[in-house]
């Protein structure tokens, strides 16, 4: 956290003497069109999370063969006037100012990782990255089609539209963020006490992928009301389930997390729906999971 303030720090403090270098020191005359490339860079490489995995010379130099290259556009030809040192000026202050805008976003890429990792990686002991837990899940699938038995999946996520109710003081999308982390902590507590011991539970992006051994469909409805009441009752919050479950044409477990996690996103979509058109809400009865057939 220290070095994130210490870069945005310098960062501000580069930025407050690049706009003021003109007063500073008379020969340098820095172009309005550069001044406009510099700061429109340093805002796109802070905004777009995965620029800071983007290898360092790409970001360096990309936006200094652009700007060379608008220059160029321009009619401005650098190599055969007397402009070139003021052109390479500029060419070194967006390759800075590209570095330290990657370096902070960087640490706040950091920084939300740490967050997460606290407030889920670490609540229950069933609990662990989909990377990682999808082994054992494989296992399980193989050994649900080798004896015949029922097995099924659940996509579990959150509808984001309810953080608002929890957190109705929310407003910057740094805020939104955390909060939504928060959220998924405590979903991720309640499924560690809602569910058996045998049951494998992981975090994929942001949501949890739940593997049900001996779990057929009709058990699902039944389960999925459960977890339903149980995180509306201790958060006030809603979940959306999604679920499939192994059958002649879904038999591998890629197909399965595919089914379910389609299954969740459409129920999204119809509680987005419902909302627009002004429908009462479903009742828990009406919960149920639809799925996609695939061919």
Same mark, same amino acid.
């Given at each position: 956290?220290?070095? &994130?303030? +210490?870069? *945005?720090?310098?960062?501000?403090?580069?930025?407050?003497? &690049?706009?003021?270098?003109?007063? #500073?020191?008379?020969?340098?005359? *820095?172009?309005?069109?550069? !001044?406009?490339?510099?700061?429109?860079?340093? @805002?796109?490489?802070?905004?777009?999370?995965? #620029?800071?995995?983007?290898?360092?010379? &790409?970001?360096?130099?990309?936006?200094?063969?652009? +700007?060379?290259?608008?220059?160029?556009?321009?009619?401005?030809?650098?190599?055969?006037? %007397?402009?070139?040192?003021? =052109? =390479?000026?500029?060419?070194?202050? *967006?390759?800075?100012?590209?570095?330290?805008?990657?370096?902070?976003? $960087?640490?706040?890429?950091?920084?939300?990782? @740490?967050?997460?990792?606290?407030?889920?990686?670490?609540?229950?002991? /069933?609990?662990?990255?989909? @990377?990682?837990?999808?082994?054992?899940? !494989?296992?399980?699938?193989?050994?649900?089609?080798? $004896?015949?038995?029922?097995?099924?999946?659940?996509? *579990?996520?959150?509808?984001? %539209?309810?953080?608002?109710?929890?957190?109705?003081?929310?407003?910057?999308?740094?805020?939104? @963020?955390?909060?939504?982390?928060?959220?998924?902590?405590?979903?991720? %507590?309640?499924?560690?006490?809602?569910?058996?011991?045998?049951?494998?539970?992981? %975090?994929?992006?942001?949501? +949890?992928? =739940?593997? #049900?051994?001996?779990?057929?469909?009709?058990?699902?409805?039944?389960?999925?009301?459960?977890?339903?009441?149980? =995180?509306?009752?201790?958060?006030?919050?809603?979940?959306?389930?999604? /679920? /499939?479950?192994?059958?002649?044409?879904?038999?591998?477990?890629?197909?399965?997390?595919?089914?379910?996690?389609?299954?969740?996103?459409?129920?999204?979509?119809?509680?987005?729906?419902?909302?627009?058109?002004?429908?009462?809400?479903?009742? #828990?009865?009406?919960?149920?999971?639809?799925?996609?057939?695939?061919?």
């Amino acid at each position: 956290m220290k070095r &994130l303030r +210490f870069l *945005i720090t310098i960062i501000i403090l580069w930025l407050f003497l &690049l706009y003021s270098i003109e007063r #500073l020191s008379e020969p340098i005359n *820095i172009s309005a069109m550069a !001044y406009v490339f510099i700061a429109a860079v340093a @805002a796109l490489t802070v905004l777009i999370p995965r #620029l800071h995995q983007v290898p360092v010379w &790409l970001i360096v130099g990309g936006p200094v063969l652009v +700007f060379l290259a608008l220059k160029i556009w321009q009619g401005h030809h650098p190599q055969w006037d %007397k402009a070139i040192p003021l =052109v =390479v000026t500029e060419m070194s202050f *967006i390759a800075l100012t590209s570095l330290l805008a990657r370096q902070v976003n $960087h640490m706040l890429g950091e920084f939300e990782k @740490a967050a997460a990792d606290l407030t889920i990686g670490m609540v229950g002991k /069933s609990i662990c990255p989909f @990377a990682t837990g999808q082994g054992e899940m !494989y296992r399980e699938v193989r050994r649900a089609r080798t $004896h015949q038995r029922p097995l099924s999946i659940m996509a *579990i996520g959150l509808e984001e %539209k309810t953080l608002l109710a929890l957190l109705p003081r929310m407003l910057a999308e740094a805020q939104q @963020a955390m909060g939504k982390h928060i959220a998924l902590s405590g979903i991720a %507590k309640v499924l560690d006490e809602e569910l058996e011991d045998y049951h494998i539970i992981a %975090k994929q992006n942001n949501h +949890f992928i =739940v593997l #049900l051994p001996e779990t057929d469909q009709k058990d699902l409805t039944t389960l999925e009301r459960q977890l339903y009441e149980a =995180v509306s009752k201790r958060m006030g919050v809603t979940l959306k389930i999604g /679920s /499939s479950s192994l059958s002649n044409s879904v038999v591998t477990f890629e197909r399965l997390v595919e089914e379910a996690t389609v299954a969740m996103e459409i129920r999204e979509e119809a509680a987005i729906d419902m909302e627009a058109t002004e429908e009462p809400s479903p009742s #828990l009865g009406s919960l149920t999971t639809r799925h996609r057939t695939l061919s």
